[in-house]
């Protein structure tokens, strides 16, 4: 478990690699004897021997049979088979002609049941032609309460078959019987376990209720297991963020953090930080936000994240190994579902915690257009109190005595969310979504040593997204049309000098910051200090995205298809100065423009109920380095006992924007976004691997989840100082590596009653940071 970079051996990743092909290996014996029990028949046959029949099925099969060929030859029929399990075959055989059929040793041995004498062959129906018919049956599945749409709904049939519901909460099966027994689980709401009637008009309006939380009646066991769920298709993970007001953490509002209850989620904090899954740097993790691509997470110093818990209605968690349907991130998937309802009456709710207030407010406009929003925002700057200090004494300057320092903080973060959706008819939504986030922060240390020295640090930063969603259920067809706007502006200025005069007091510092304004960069109200060191840089990313995506279902087979297009735009800058030292000027300047076009194809195919299969292929034109870019996926499922799930996943993953590092002159670090060049330098290009194994029993669940990650491709920026004449200049260059990932991810959220009277043991490993 852990990640290594390019100086390390290789010798993580070959015993990783024999792990996975050790699983692999055991799946395919796993698989092999089970795929030559169930077979699915598609075969037709007129006025033709039973005896000729059955060899002709045993040679397309590759099944054995053994019969008495003089009486199996006399019996002439006619069949019609389309898609049936063997078994149907077998039972339709032999209430047909009196037959016996018996599986002995891996041949089915057919034998005429005693006391009936075969009918003389004149007198067989000759004009009889069995077809069995499939019945269509589907459904939308909402919330009880808000009438919200549910997404990835597990529905669950006879045979241990299953489907999910897309974005509109659409299911569909296919059926011969007169009825159909199925239930529905989904993380938050009650399951629900029904029998219909397939001659019923469908498609049917299936609501689920949620879970009831009473103080007086807390379940620790049932708390933690309507937090997190682990779902019966295991690439990804369920979330409620309803229960994360009840979790133990720096907000109740406060989502990405919370999060890290899964094994191999973590968050980094600092102004570079964020959301990191396995080991990633925060820019390699896709967080979709109603469809717009979120590029910073963070609140506080990342501290706190930017992202509402109180405004989201879903949350589900992809660790890797992610389907074709995403793209330019080669790392985790985050998607994120705002809130729409409740739709019957106006709804606002209030929360309140030491760092930030939050209200969130619900008005629908008639039965059919719904206007739904939230807003956020800190009162650090006017209220100082005793948590905000702690987390800000934990940034101190390191080579100093902590106990000589003085740190005075301005900080003050807010987020705005809107969302408005019109729903003409249960198969057809629109929805329009926004997000805001403002950071302003900075932080003031003076350190009383025989020289007093000041540094100042500024930053600003800007995130603002918007997003349009079509939706349109036809049949067995979904077709969704997305397009989406993202823009970051990221603004920093730090300095270094020599302290004459600075405020006595944290009351005299929030006063002087009363009269200046909290929009304007407080530090220009300190006065007289002589600056030794400055460092300013801007980062400025803009992207724009437009996709269409299809899906139809028919039998066991659900096919994915979509294309879309990116543009990309990026400008950095920075200008570093030093008084002192005879250091020269540093500065640097980059722009550039990327456009993007892309489709993918992908195929979930389910054999037979213990056995699924998945497999795409993802194809990017990038116009800036004129190349083409393959990315097939895959993975499967097997599931060789109704309580045991053994899985895999992986596929190849390309990235163009990411944050890279920056390494100035005097060896200090920054992250910055960028694009590649015309080369190819940049693109980041991941192989990742997944392989797990799932086992429940009597209320405990483990799951278990091994993992190797390589990506190639990584740039970072170096200063580096060179003569010109009688000049020293700086210049940057880049430097190239590639990194690793590898470990095993355990979620073993046992029932503490089995030790205690109640509580809950949650395990994982988490990689270090690479």
Request: with cysteine.
């Amino acid at each position: 478990m852990g990640s290594k970079n390019f100086f390390d051996s290789n010798s993580g990743r070959e015993m990783v690699g024999k792990i996975l092909t050790g699983c692999l290996f055991i799946i395919f014996l796993a698989v092999t004897p089970a795929a030559a029990q169930s077979h699915v028949i598609t075969y037709s046959a007129r006025e033709k021997s039973l005896s000729r029949i059955l060899e002709e099925i045993s040679a397309k099969y590759q099944l054995k049979f053994a019969f008495d060929a003089e009486i199996i030859s006399a019996i002439s029929t006619t069949v019609k088979f389309r898609n049936e399990s063997l078994q149907n075959v077998i039972s339709y055989l032999s209430e047909k002609h009196a037959l016996e059929f018996r599986l002995m040793d891996g041949t089915w041995v057919v034998l005429q049941k005693r006391g009936v004498q075969q009918l003389p062959e004149k007198t067989i129906e000759k004009a009889e032609i069995p077809v069995i018919t499939k019945r269509q049956f589907s459904g939308y599945i909402s919330d009880q309460t808000t009438g919200e749409p549910l997404y990835y709904c597990a529905v669950i049939f006879p045979g241990n078959r299953g489907t999910l519901t897309n974005e509109l909460g659409f299911f569909h099966y296919e059926t011969a019987a007169d009825s159909v027994r199925f239930y529905i689980t989904h993380l938050g709401f009650q399951r629900l376990d029904t029998v219909i009637a397939t001659n019923t008009p469908h498609p049917v309006q299936i609501r689920l209720k949620p879970f009831v939380m009473l103080m007086e009646e807390v379940d620790v066991i049932r708390k933690e297991t309507n937090t997190i769920e682990l779902p019966r298709f295991a690439d990804r993970i369920g979330f409620n963020p309803a229960q994360s007001a009840n979790m133990p953490r720096l907000a109740n509002d406060d989502l990405v953090n919370m999060l890290t209850l899964i094994p191999g989620v973590g968050f980094l904090p600092g102004n570079t930080g964020g959301l990191t899954i396995r080991g990633s740097n925060p820019s390699e993790n896709l967080v979709l936000l109603d469809g717009i691509s979120l590029l910073e997470t963070g609140h506080l110093f990342g501290n706190v994240s930017a992202l509402n818990a109180g405004f989201i209605r879903q949350a589900f968690v992809s660790r890797g190994g992610f389907d074709t349907r995403y793209g330019d991130k080669t790392s985790g998937l985050i998607e994120l579902t705002g809130k729409s309802g409740p739709r019957s009456s106006p709804s606002l709710e209030t929360s309140f915690n030491l760092l930030n207030g939050d209200i969130i407010g619900t008005v629908p406009l008639g039965q059919k257009w719904l206007v739904s929003g939230a807003y956020r925002r800190s009162f650090m700057d006017f209220w100082p109190n005793y948590l905000f200090r702690k987390l800000i004494t934990e940034s101190r300057l390191t080579n100093v005595n902590p106990e000589a320092i003085n740190v005075l903080p301005i900080i003050r973060y807010q987020d705005f969310n809107f969302k408005t959706t019109f729903t003409p008819s249960p198969n057809q939504e629109f929805s329009l979504n926004l997000i805001h986030i403002d950071d302003q922060q900075m932080l003031d240390y003076n350190a009383e040593t025989s020289l007093l020295y000041y540094r100042n640090e500024w930053v600003r930063r800007k995130n603002t997204g918007a997003g349009f969603t079509w939706s349109l259920q036809t049949g067995r067809w979904h077709h969704m049309v997305t397009s989406a706007y993202t823009s970051l502006a990221h603004y920093q200025e730090q300095e270094t000098g020599e302290e004459k005069s600075v405020p006595s007091s944290w009351s005299s510092f929030f006063d002087a910051g009363k009269k200046t304004g909290w929009f304007k960069k407080l530090k220009e109200y300190i006065p007289t200090r002589t600056i030794i060191k400055s460092d300013n840089d801007s980062n400025r990313v803009q992207e724009f995205k437009l996709e269409y995506n299809a899906e139809w279902k028919k039998a066991n087979f659900v096919n994915q298809v979509g294309l879309g297009f990116t543009n990309d735009n990026f400008r950095f800058r920075i200008w570093a100065d030093n008084t002192e030292w005879y250091i020269p000027t540093d500065s640097l300047f980059r722009t550039s423009r990327q456009r993007s076009t892309y489709s993918f194809f992908q195929q979930n195919v389910q054999l037979f109920k213990q056995l699924n299969i998945r497999w795409g292929l993802r194809v990017n034109w990038d116009d800036l380095t004129e190349k083409l870019y393959l990315q097939p996926r895959g993975g499967l499922e097997y599931t060789p006992l109704e309580n045991l799930k053994i899985y895999y996943y992986g596929g190849i993953y390309h990235q163009f924007l990411s944050k890279i590092p920056l390494i100035d002159y005097t060896r200090n670090v920054d992250m910055v976004w960028f694009l590649p060049d015309t080369q190819g330098n940049g693109v980041l290009k991941s192989g990742q691997h997944s392989a797990g194994v799932q086992w429940t029993t009597g209320g405990f669940l483990i799951n278990a989840e091994g993992y190797l990650k390589s990506t190639s491709g990584k740039r970072w920026l170096n200063a580096e100082t060179y003569r010109e004449r009688l000049r020293t200049r700086i210049r940057y260059v880049y430097r190239a590596g590639y990194e690793e990932n590898y470990g095993v991810d355990v979620f073993c959220p046992v029932p503490a009653s089995a030790f205690y009277p109640s509580g809950r043991i949650l395990l994982g490993s988490r990689p270090g940071k690479s």
